[in-house]
C-alpha cells in the first residue's frame, strides 16, 4: 500500500457546488478562510517533522533489506502549505553496493528517496541511514528522524523503559549518535528495590563541544522525601530506602552531530530488582 498526501486543499472542488440550503457565495467564504488558515499560521506550526513512527531497521530474514514501520509526517508542499502523510508500512527498499552509507528521504509527494545520495530533494525529511558491510548487506541502521525538524516539542530520539536491573555492574541504558546539532535531554525515572540498600550511580554522558572532553552530569533525585536533592554519584550521604519510587531531574547539555549521547545506571551490592526508566530528547 502506498502513502497518502493529504493536501493541498483546492477551492471549488465540485461537492460544494450546487449544495441544498447553501448558496455559492457563502461556500466560496468557507474556502477562502480555508485557504488564508492553510497558506497562514498553518505552516509556522506544523512542519516540517516526523510526528510519529517510520523506524527504519534491519530485516530480521534477509540481510540487505529495510524495513520501514507506518507513521506520520507534515511535510511543506509545491504550493509552501503544510501536509500530512500517512507512512505505510515498507519492505522493499535494499542495499546492494559493499561498505557505503545509503540514505532515506520521505519527499513532500510521498515517495522514497533511497540510495547513495546524502541529500534529498527540497522539503524532503530524513529518516535514517544504512551502512553496509563488505557483503553488501546491511550492517548499522542509524535514525535520523530528528534531523527532520520539530513541532515545537522535544522529540524524543531514544525510549528505554521498564528495564529490569538485577546486576551489581555499570548498566548502559539508553545510547543514541546525536543526528543533529542541539540542546539534548536526558530524563531518568526508577523504581528502587533492594533489600540492603546501595548508594546507586546514575549519570549521563556526552561530548562537550567546546572543551572537546567527555561531559558527565549526575542525576540528582526530586524524590522521593527525605532523598529529594541527593546526588546520585555514588558517595551521597545516604542509600535510596527500599521500595521507592524515584523520580530525577532531568539532565540538559549541548550536542554536535554524530556525538554519543549515553546513560548510566549502577546499583552497586546487595540484591538489586530496579526496574529503570530512560527518555532522551532533541529539545532545540
Not at 500500500?1 to 457565495?25: F, K, L, R
Amino acid at each position: 500500500m502506498g502513502n497518502t498526501v493529504y493536501g493541498p486543499y483546492t477551492p471549488g472542488a465540485s461537492p460544494w457546488t450546487g449544495t441544498t440550503g447553501i448558496n455559492t457565495t457563502r461556500l466560496n467564504n468557507f474556502e477562502t478562510q480555508a485557504s488564508v488558515a492553510l497558506h497562514g499560521i498553518n505552516a509556522d506550526l506544523s512542519g516540517p517533522f516526523v510526528l510519529s513512527g517510520i523506524t527504519c531497521t534491519k530485516d530480521g530474514t534477509t540481510a540487505n533489506q529495510l524495513d520501514i514501520a507506518s507513521g506520520t509526517a507534515y511535510v511543506t508542499l509545491s504550493d509552501g502549505t503544510t501536509g500530512k502523510i500517512a507512512v505505510s508500512a515498507d519492505n522493499t527498499h535494499t542495499t546492494t553496493t559493499p561498505s557505503t552509507t545509503y540514505y532515506l528521504f520521505l519527499k513532500n509527494d510521498g515517495t522514497w528517496q533511497w540510495g547513495t545520495t546524502s541529500t534529498g530533494p527540497t522539503n524532503s525529511l530524513p529518516i535514517c541511514q544504512a551502512t553496509t558491510d563488505g557483503s553488501g548487506n546491511i550492517s548499522t541502521v542509524t535514525d535520523v528522524r530528528s534531523a527532520a525538524g520539530s513541532p515545537g516539542v522535544p522529540y524524543i530520539v531514544s525510549k528505554s523503559l521498564l528495564n529490569v536491573v538485577s546486576a551489581t555492574t555499570d548498566q548502559l541504558l539508553a545510547t543514541v549518535v546525536a543526528a543533529a546539532p542541539g540542546m539534548y535531554q536526558f530524563n531518568l525515572y526508577f523504581t528502587y528495590r533492594n533489600a540492603t540498600p546501595a548508594k546507586v550511580t546514575a549519570f549521563a554522558r556526552w561530548k562537550d563541544k567546546s572543551l572537546a572532553t567527555t561531559g558527565v552530569g549526575y542525576f540528582t533525585l526530586a524524590g522521593p522525601s527525605g532523598n529529594a536533592g541527593q546526588v546520585l554519584n555514588g558517595s551521597q550521604a545516604t542509600t535510596t530506602g527500599n521500595n521507592q519510587a524515584c523520580a530525577c531531574y532531568p539532565i540538559i547539555a549541548y550536542a554536535e552531530t554524530g556525538d554519543n549521547l549515553n546513560v548510566h545506571f549502577q546499583d552497586p551490592s546487595g540484591t538489586p530488582n530496579d526496574v529503570v526508566s530512560v527518555v532522551i530528547q532533541r529539545i532545540g
